[in-house]
């Protein structure tokens, strides 16, 4: 019988995606008093991907992704999608953006073989948590490169978004928990 054990080192990982930077800038001060410092940040990549969006969000979006340097306990997922929701309700009813969605938040966590992701939606391969919030193996490390399912957003699939996945798979082998609490 295997025996239960810790989780494996874990940062948390915070995808905003908006066409305004002052949407962007909101989130990085609202997820900074939240949950600590930054370990460190993507650029503002274009969304070019789909037009899925545009409907409810706009053109020209941009996508950042903040890594935090606290250790996190992905058991807390849940909590952190459930408040990232809330966040994306408070700015859509106090920014006087015309478009009824000007933010998407998306949370998860990234360990050293795998980057995770949470929904609000449910579907095959995608895990049920808790309180109506499921979670997916969005990407997965193998032979020294990040790698895709066929379920995966193809914007996750680009290799620049996958060199800043792979810059905070370093910080976190680098600085792997405890030493990070002090």
């Known amino acids: ?74 058991a807390g997922l849940v909590e ?24 998407n938040l998306d949370p998860g966590y990234l360990t050293l073989g795998k980057l995770v992701l949470a929904s609000t939606k449910d579907f095959t391969h995608r895990i049920y948590l808790n309180r109506g919030i499921h979670a997916e193996v969005t990407l997965y490390y193998r032979r020294r490169r990040w790698q895709h399912h066929e379920w995966t957003f193809a914007d996750y699939r680009r290799e620049d978004y996958q060199e800043f996945f792979s810059r905070c798979r ?3 082998h680098h600085h792997p928990g405890k030493e990070r609490e002090a």
């Open 1 to 74: 019988m295997g025996q239960p054990s810790p989780h494996s080192p874990a940062l948390l990982i915070l995808a905003a995606f908006s066409r305004h930077a002052d949407a962007l800038d909101w989130t990085r001060q609202r997820a900074i008093a939240a949950w600590g410092p930054l370990a460190m940040e993507s650029p503002a990549f274009e969304f070019r991907e789909t037009r899925y969006y545009e409907a409810t969000m706009g053109k020209d979006l941009r996508k950042v992704f903040f890594a935090f340097s606290q250790p996190f306990d992905p």
């Open 80 to 103: 952190v999608k459930l408040e990232t929701n809330r966040w994306e309700e408070t700015y859509a009813g106090t920014a006087a953006h015309q478009e009824s969605r000007p933010l």
């Open 170 to 172: 370093d910080y976190l």
